[in-house]
């Protein structure tokens, strides 16, 4: 049976996972190449895993915190010599939405940016749909972590998915903001998913310098400079939001399902992947 992740709250003790492919493409942010990315039903026990599909053998790089390395601007994950980049938008589209198996296919290095955000992928979700498979839910009380001067991430003990997110671009749109939710598949995707990637101009500046975001425009990014942001904000609290988006892509890493009230003060990639590593939820024991 095929249900909306965002209307149906009942099966959710149970793994889901999509109810048909989907495919979309479009240029990653930081490589710049045009990658094409399909998202296929999986079984129960298979988790979130991307499948490098250009690569002889199609070479599988599971979503774990384990297989995380760079985390400079955005997460990359490895597994043997394949990798691939910027992978956080479109696992928290994954994880958002409660899906808890999936393959996720690249013909690239690099996650397509989209339009900077998870809603493409989140509106293609909702069109098909998704449906439960055998089995229970895994379910993981995360706790710990990490703190690299003024910015933290850290967990006080919850028995529902919380976050909390403090931080402040020193921007007259987007100053100091804390933002607190409860996380569920109907807010992620109203709230959360369509907030986008964004940057203060003197970032994006030293990143054209670097070489680095050369698939960034203004059409998969919010670029705040002296007159304000770069197209209108979609939210008042974008950057926030958006930060969240990226929260929860990280910690998809932890591999189940987590319960805790995360709190993230001016955190980033690095932090979230760290405090990933820490939670990461046990491996299943086949039966
Ligand atoms: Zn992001």
Known sequence: MTFSPIAVDAPFSRPWTLAAPIALASVGLHSGRTIQLSVLPAPAGTGLAFRRVDLPGAPVIPALANHATQTYLSTTLVA??????????????????????????????????????????VEAILEVGVVALPGLRRRHAIQGGVAEGERSVSVVPSDRSVVTIACDYGHPDAGARILTFDLTPAVFAREIAPARTFCLQHEAEAMRAAGLAKGGSFDNAVVFGPDGPSSALRFPDEPARHKALD???????????????????????????????????PREIPV
């Open 80 to 121: 043997g010599e394949a990798s691939v980049q910027t992978v956080e938008h479109v696992l928290a589209a994954l994880w958002g939405l409660g899906l808890t198996d999936a393959w996720i296919d690249l013909d690239g290095p690099e996650a397509p940016g989209m339009d900077g955000s998870a809603l493409p992928l």
């Open 247 to 281: 929260l929860i892509g990280d910690l998809a890493l932890v591999g189940a399902q987590w319960s805790g009230h995360v709190v993230a003060v001016k955190a980033g990639h690095g932090l979230h992947v760290a405090l990933a590593r820490q939670a990461l939820a």
